[in-house]
């Protein structure tokens, strides 16, 4: 993993574990599959709110827009297969199963 991978996961883990783990996830998931590898040529530009910008790095801890939106991207292009896998358990669990929080 590279530094600067390591770098936002430690951010992110002193403000959420939660998130430092889904943020850890995407950055493995899109290094193995080869996402990040090579020359970074493409420029993006956006226009955006502060509000968003300032909620998603207060939130992972990243300060650079670029690494923010490679966050992004890498969440989006790895997929989540979390509501498949919720829909493929109904009816495995006991009606009376709770979660304690």
Known sequence: MRASAKRIIS??????????????????????SRLLEGEKT???SARLTEQLVSAAKR?????S????I????????IGDD????????????KADFAIDL
């Open 70 to 77: 490679e966050l992004a991207l890498a969440s989006l292009a």
């Open 11 to 32: 951010k992110a883990a002193k403000r959420d574990p939660l998130t430092a783990l889904k943020v850890r996830f995407a950055l493995e998931a899109a290094r193995s």
């Open 59 to 63: 939130k992972t801890g990243i300060s």
């Open 82 to 93: 979390f509501g498949e896998w919720l829909v493929a358990q109904g009816g495995r669990l």
């Open 42 to 44: 493409r420029v993006l």
């Open 65 to 68: 827009d670029t690494q923010l």
